[in-house]
């Protein structure tokens, strides 16, 4: 906590953020996870609490260092419905960033959204 | 805790003989050092308490939090009592065990056993260590440990309440030669400490030396505040010890006394200080293996800590462990307090010590009590402080904390502000204390306990209070949870139980955590906002879930059932053009059918000359086969009806042959049938061109047959080599008076009725045209005429029956003749340019043209209503001819109206025409108005009889010579030019009227006669110019009309003569030799005749 007037404002830029990495770790994720799985109403909420955390503790070890991480993990059943989902957010466009990836089979949808704000 | 406690246990073992023997000052300096002990124990209990609560935090939600800290603060309280317990127990043990070690030394002076009990302690002590921090279990075997000394102790108390004046007395004695040895064991004492705290400085010197020197510095700080604070307890103890063994003790003087002395704490921090650094030479007093076996304790207990803290931060840890090693280098200070309380009181508070020596040396019987209660009076303080010391060490964590960060100067006041409360608690507890400890040892535990309740209730009550201040501040802290937690591990957790009235202290350490933290944050982002630009992000859009409407969902749900995909490719080479399939051969071919014009199919790609040549080829063949099939057929169906037919004639012959003389042989065509049926037939008629076509006229019946044909006229065509059937069947429904083939092919048909009208039958419509009815097990196909002119052409018409129709020849005047070639009279005919003339019974001559459309239509025309739907010819009418008048004029009179009754065109000239009257004169007359040179042709005598010219016949041979048969049975032979007939007959039949008369076709002088008697007369003029030759009376089966045929040309097989009987059996006679061959000289017999006759 030496509070020094130094500040480290960007990352390093092998430890920026990199939407397409971390997509791709969700996307491992999740395939993994939610492949052949039926939308049970009883199960979704834990189900969409451990992919969030396999999805924290995956992307925590990608190495994007001094990034305070938000994992958000929406899923839905398909039954045929319009669903629309957007995102907005105030942040610092040069470090901050975000990666989602959407999962579908034929009985939900799945969508996870990870959005990393560099600490400075 | 449990080995801090034995330590300070320990510790002031020594200092208290030192201070028994030596000086009454170390009395308060041990005090202080066990206040100090206390605070560190107090600190340790915290910083456990810390512990506990941090695990729990981590594991429970936040909303817990404010339970928690409820829950804690029950637990803190609880642990609170029992460290009061402890302690006290602990503080009256450790006099207890120092006295009766007193005792033991002051008695038997073995150091040797002290030092064995010091292992024997400091055994335990690494047995506790080894026990690791788990500070609750070994509180409860502390307890345990305790309750068991208490017991063990409580005997042995009232022996030294007893023994205590007694050895007061002694120590007076033995108190220099202790002192003695006191000060030496110091001198070493001293040397072995310098040489543990270089070592210890060493060991931490590398992370941060100077935290190491501050934390020194602290601790000395500390120190000196305690030894202030005795140092000014002590003298006004000393006092008021004395004193209270008289009277109570007057504990808030003390305790006002203490507050300025927190006050003046920060005040004297700088002297302090520097008196610390001379002090810290003088702190080692400890035996050696003590002091190792606590050097070792502290690597231990570093490393244990270091274990159970992986989790915090580096700091925090390093802190910690700093604090402690330096706690621990306390631990060695405190031991032997007196000793150096001694030596620094020599600088500034030298008075007071060698006061007290001088008063306690020459107070001698004094001092005993004095001991005594200077024994109970530390032990009251400590209690005192313990209750007192919840705020100590947080005031001095917060002098470290000031060190640390230089902005914590409003701390104290907070401090100050909760101080008066809680030492009015104390006070209470103090005087209610008191004057019991003052009185016998034995009730102790009674009082501990009165006052521990005592000190709960106060402590509730401030709890209550603190805890409204805390939930105000709730939320603030556990915003402020992250720093206070790491906050809390710099505390010695090793002396977790020990705790007061803490939170008090946390919630203000929170706030001004917070604040600090915040005031940091806020620097930090006003920093960092001047280098960073916050901007919104566009919005995205992290999901579009189109929703599906019906018709897909039925799709996706039902869409792909029964449903399979598969795909093929074509041309598997060429997997990347665009066309994968073979280029199409294209050719053009045409057919058609019927073939009309030009054949049955082509080819428009060949070259124009070879699709020329194969089409007139095929064009050719096809005619050539169409022609060479119809005949074909016809001659073989000719040729086998023959065979038959000539069989049964030949039969039949030798039956007939007594009968007809002339005749060779006859067939019978069969009119048996059900539609002829009783029907007399008026006319037999054979085809000029073809002679072997017949059509025979049935009139209708009156006899009601089967069929319902019975109004109609039926005209049957006939093939006569085919005799078993007509070939044709024509119906119309009025009776037929005359008829005639079309010149020619025999392929039309016209007829001329009673009702007089005209109508023709294409004979070359197909029979499915027509009506079709079945007879028996037989088709016949009955048709009704192409075309009639009844009532269409009314106005043009005949208005009496039609009594001959005849085919006007073709212009071509004088080349018709028999021989003419099939074809070309086929070509002729084909082309259908003829005239057809009908003549009425009045006379009315009316000249017909015979058109054939190029096209028929099947749905009728609709401004020729007398065509038949898909009819092809229809006649036009082209002129009218009134014929009767000028015959008329003279004899009208006698016979009455004149009747035409037949009509002959002169075969040679079509112009004229010979019409047969009933006045027995033949009108000639010329259509295009020339003049005819005999008017009319008359009898042999003049005059006119009213005789029916019933048969005119011109002869095939001589084309200007004809036969009038008439009705008085007469017969005349005339020429054309000539008015009078070449010769006449006027009994040859007897007088009976000449039904029919017909030239032979095949000799020129011969003829026939019918009769209506049924008398058939054969004429040979070149035999008998006078008579017939041959005279037959058929008289069973009378015959009603008669017809001759044959051909020139075949003479052999055509030459006979039809005969319709009465019954309706047509016979074919065939004419014997004689008749048939042609005689050379025949026809110079009738050249000779006319010449004879003019």
């Known amino acids: 906590m030496e509070s020094s007037d130094t500040y480290l404002i960007r990352p390093h830029h092998q430890h920026k953020f990199k939407p397409a990495i971390v997509k791709e770790c969700i996307r491992e994720i999740v395939r993994e996870q939610l492949s052949g799985v039926q939308y049970d109403p009883e199960e979704v909420p834990q189900l969409s609490r451990t992919l969030a955390d396999s999805v ?65 | 805790m449990h080995s801090d406690k034995k330590l300070t246990k320990e510790d002031t073992w020594r200092p208290e003989d030192l201070r028994r023997y030596v000086r009454e000052g170390g009395q308060g300096d041990d005090r202080a050092r066990r206040r100090d002990g206390s605070e560190r124990k107090h600190r340790g209990g915290e910083s456990t308490e810390r512990r506990h609560r941090d695990p729990e935090k981590e594991s429970r939600q936040e909303r817990d939090k404010h339970r928690e800290r409820e829950s804690t603060r029950e637990r803190r309280d609880e642990d609170r009592k029992d460290r009061y317990v402890e302690q006290r127990k602990e503080g009256s043990r450790d006099r207890r065990g120092d006295k009766e070690r007193d005792r033991r030394d002051e008695r038997d002076k073995e150091k040797e056993k002290r030092k064995e009990r010091d292992g024997l302690v400091d055994g335990k002590r690494y047995s506790d260590d080894y026990g690791g921090n788990k500070d609750r279990k070994r509180d409860r075997e502390d307890r345990h440990d305790r309750k068991r000394d208490e017991e063990r102790h409580r005997d042995k108390e009232k022996d030294r309440v007893r023994d205590r004046e007694r050895r007061n007395r002694e120590d007076g004695d033995k108190g220099r030669e202790e002192r003695d040895k006191e000060r030496r064991k110091e001198e070493r004492d001293r040397v072995h400490r310098t040489e543990r705290e270089r070592r210890r400085h060493e060991d931490s010197g590398d992370a941060g030396r100077d935290r190491i020197e501050m934390y020194d510095r602290e601790q000395r700080e500390r120190h000196r505040e305690r030894e202030r604070l005795k140092d000014n307890r002590e003298d006004k103890r000393t006092d008021k010890e004395r004193r209270e063994r008289h009277e109570d003790r007057k504990h808030s003087e003390q305790k006002e006394e203490r507050g300025k002395e927190y006050r003046e704490e920060h005040r004297r921090h700088k002297e302090e200080r520097e008196r610390r650094h001379k002090e810290g030479g003088c702190d080692d007093q400890k035996p050696k293996h003590d002091s190792d076996s606590r050097v070792h304790r502290d690597v231990k207990r570093s490393g244990e800590e270091e274990k159970h803290r992986l989790g915090n931060r580096e700091r925090g840890d390093k802190d910690k462990q700093r604090e402690r090693r330096h706690r621990e280098d306390e631990d060695p200070e405190r031991k032997p307090r007196d000793r150096q309380h001694r030596e620094e009181e020599e600088d500034p508070e030298r008075n007071h010590r060698d006061k007290k020596s001088v008063s306690d040396q020459s107070n ?36 470290v904390d000031q060190e640390y960060e230089d902005d914590f100067e409003d701390y104290e006041e907070d401090f100050e502000e909760m101080d008066p409360s809680e030492n009015e608690g104390e006070d209470e507890k103090e005087s209610e204390e008191f004057p019991q400890e003052g009185g016998e040892r034995e009730e102790v535990t009674t009082q501990k306990k009165k006052e521990i309740e005592a000190i709960q209730r106060a402590m509730n009550e401030e709890n209550e209070r603190v805890g409204t201040d805390q939930s105000i501040q709730s939320t603030r802290r556990e915003e402020e949870d992250e720093p206070k937690l790491s906050r809390g591990h710099e505390k010695n957790h090793s002396r977790a139980s020990q705790r007061g009235k803490f939170i008090d202290f946390v919630a203000a350490k929170q706030r001004e955590f917070s604040k600090k933290v915040a005031t940091k944050q806020k620097k930090r982002s006003t920093e960092l906002l001047r280098l960073i630009d916050l901007d919104f992000s566009m919005t995205v859009s992290l999901l579009d879930l189109p929703p599906v409407n019906e018709y897909d969902m039925y799709i996706r749900t ?47 790609n060949l070259s124009q000359e070879a699709q020329g040549r194969n089409m007139n080829e095929t064009n050719f063949d096809s005619q050539r086969l169409a022609a060479f099939l119809h005949s074909a057929s016809q001659v073989l169906v000719v040729l086998l009806e023959e065979d038959q037919a000539e069989r049964k004639s030949l039969s039949k012959l030798r039956t007939q042959k007594d009968t007809l003389s002339f005749s060779d042989g006859s067939l019978q065509l069969n009119t048996k049938l059900p539609f002829l049926y009783d029907r007399p037939i008026s006319l037999v008629y054979f085809s000029q061109v073809q002679r072997h076509t017949m059509m025979s006229v049935h009139a209708p019946t009156t006899k009601p047959s089967a069929v319902r044909l019975d109004s109609c006229t039926i005209i049957c065509i006939w093939n006569i080599w085919e005799p078993s059937r007509p070939q044709k069947i024509l119906v119309y429904e009025s009776e037929v008076q005359c008829c005639c083939f079309s010149p020619g092919k025999a392929i039309l048909v016209f007829a001329g009725t009673s009702a007089g009208s005209v109508v023709l039958w294409d004979l070359r419509e197909e029979t499915s045209n027509h009506y079709r009815l079945n007879i028996g097990e037989e088709e016949w196909t009955f048709r009704q005429p192409t075309f009639s002119t009844n ?21 071509a005047a004088g080349g018709l003749r028999p021989e003419v070639p099939l074809l070309a009279s086929e070509e002729e005919s084909s082309g259908l340019s003829f005239q057809l003339a009908s003549l009425d019974e009045s006379g009315v001559l009316n000249f017909w043209v015979v058109v054939e459309l190029p096209k028929a239509n099947e749905a009728g025309s609709p401004t020729d209503l007398g065509l038949r739907p898909g009819g092809k010819v229809k006649l036009l009418h082209s002129s009218s001819l ?44 010329t259509s295009h108005s020339l003049k005819a040179t005999p008017k009319f042709y008359r009898f042999q005598e003049a005059g006119v009889r009213p005789v029916d010219v019933n048969s005119i016949h011109f002869s095939p041979f001589r084309q200007n010579m004809f036969l009038v048969g008439c009705g008085d049975g007469s017969i005349r032979l005339h020429t054309v030019s000539q008015e009078q007939p070449v010769a006449e007959w006027r009994d040859s039949t007897a007088g009976e009227p000449v039904v029919s008369l017909q030239w032979a076709h095949t000799r020129p002088t011969v003829f026939c006669v019918l009769d209506a008697a049924s008398n058939l007369h054969v004429w040979d003029l070149l035999k008998k110019d006078t008579e017939p030759v041959v005279t037959e009376r058929i008289s069973a089966d009378r015959v009603t009309a008669m017809a001759v045929f044959g051909d020139s040309g075949k003479q052999n097989t055509y030459s006979g003569i039809a005969l319709v009987h009465e019954s309706g059996k047509i016979e074919m006679q065939y004419f014997t030799r004689d008749f048939t061959v042609t005689i050379p000289a025949e026809e110079e017999k009738l050249e000779t005749m006319m010449t004879e006759a003019f």
């Open chain 2, 791 to 811: 009532a269409v052409m009314a106005a043009s018409g005949h208005f009496s029956s039609v009594s001959s129709v005849e085919v006007v020849p073709s212009t």
């Open chain 2, 558 to 604: 039902f869409g792909t059932a029964n449903t399979k995909q598969a795909y093929v490719q074509c041309n598997e080479d060429n997997a990347d053009r665009d066309i994968q399939t073979e280029e199409i051969e294209v050719c053009e071919k045409w057919t058609q059918h019927p073939p009309e014009h030009s054949g049955a199919c082509g080819d428009s």
């Open chain 2, 882 to 925: 009134l014929t009767a008048e000028r015959v008329s004029q003279r004899d009208a009179v006698k016979t009455g109206p004149l009747q035409t009754l037949h009509l002959k065109f002169l075969p040679s000239d079509s112009n004229h025409f010979f019409i047969g009257t009933n006045m027995g004169l033949v009108n000639h007359g």
């Open chain 2, 364 to 399: 001698k019987p004094e001092t005993t009590t004095v001991k005594s209660e200077e024994v109970e009076t530390e032990h009251w303080t400590i209690s005192v402080k313990d209750a007192g010391d919840t705020e100590e060490p947080v005031v001095d964590e917060e002098v």
């Open chain 1, 56 to 120: 924290k503790e995956k992307v925590k070890n990608a190495g994007f260092e001094r990034y305070k991480l938000v994992v958000q993990v929406v899923i839905g059943e398909q039954r045929g419905q319009g669903v629309k989902m957007s995102s907005r957010c105030l942040w610092d466009a040069d470090t901050d960033n975000y990666a989602e990836d959407v999962y579908m089979n034929d009985s939900l949808f799945c969508l996870v959204a990870v959005f990393g704000s560099y600490y400075y």
